[in-house]
């Protein structure tokens, strides 16, 4: 099955400073990888996604690239301000016909240091 | 005007209950989904249901039994309960197997 391993687990930045967060999966055929951010106590919710056929997406401060050959995906987050503290996970897609099964990496802390 | 909607927020049982949680989606979406996050926070699916069936069940304990009376609404039956099913148990839908999942508020279970 699908392996979704994520690091740092913690990370601590000043504010204004970027944050760089790295995700691989063993899946080949995984084709979606979702990214979701967890307040305290609150649900995840998608920050960003990004599907196989795209290499990088960006929203604002937000980016995702994408390496199907080494089967990596990272989120970056440029200006970091305190309201992005948060666990962030990724999630990859468990491959064809997985009926949206998602395999979540374990979550990285982010804490934004004003 | 909640998208997915899950109740309780919270609960509280002794071991050896039987309890439930309930889930609604009022997006018109046809996949629904329960996970379970451990107090790591580590987030595990456990069952799928697209369209009213059951499409992924995962390795969990058969105390658990998912039922989806309409595609709208998805819910969680444990029987019997151990500590170790102490956690937050969050539902989520989506439109199609593929697409954006949507989270529940989550419910907190907690074991005595």
């Known amino acids: 099955g699908e392996n979704v391993e994520q690091h740092p687990s913690t990370l601590s930045v000043q504010e204004g400073d970027s944050a760089v967060i790295k995700c691989t999966y063993s899946?080949?055929?995984?084709?979606?990888f979702p990214w979701y951010k967890q307040e305290l106590g609150k649900r995840p919710q998608l920050i960003i996604d990004?599907?196989?056929?795209?290499g990088e997406k960006k929203d604002q401060r937000i980016a995702v690239t994408l390496n199907k050959t080494a089967k990596h995906f990272s989120l970056h987050i440029t200006e970091t301000q305190p309201e992005d503290s948060a666990v962030y996970f990724c999630?990859?897609?468990?491959?064809?016909?997985?009926?949206?099964?998602?395999?979540f990496g374990a979550g990285t802390q982010v804490v934004v240091t004003p | 005007d909640t998208a997915v909607s899950q109740t309780p927020k919270y609960l509280v049982t002794q071991m050896g209950n039987d309890k439930s949680i309930k889930c609604e989606q009022n997006?018109?979406?046809?996949?629904m989904y329960w996970y379970k996050q451990d107090s790591k926070k580590f987030l595990k699916i456990m069952f799928s249901?697209?369209?009213?069936?059951?499409?992924i069940n995962e390795t969990v304990p058969n105390r658990f039994s998912p039922k989806s009376p309409d595609k709208a609404h998805l819910n969680l039956h444990i029987n019997s309960l151990e500590l170790g099913d102490s956690a937050v148990y969050f539902c989520?839908?989506?439109?199609?197997?593929?697409?954006?999942?949507?989270f529940g508020p989550g419910t907190r279970l907690t074991v005595l």
């Open positions: 999630a990859a897609s468990m491959g064809t016909d997985s009926w949206g099964k998602l395999q």
């Open positions: 997006l018109g979406h046809d996949t």
């Open positions: 990004i599907r196989s056929n795209v």
């Open positions: 989520a839908s989506s439109l199609s197997e593929i697409s954006t999942q949507y």
């Open positions: 899946d080949s055929a995984s084709n979606y």
């Open positions: 249901y697209n369209n009213k069936e059951l499409i």
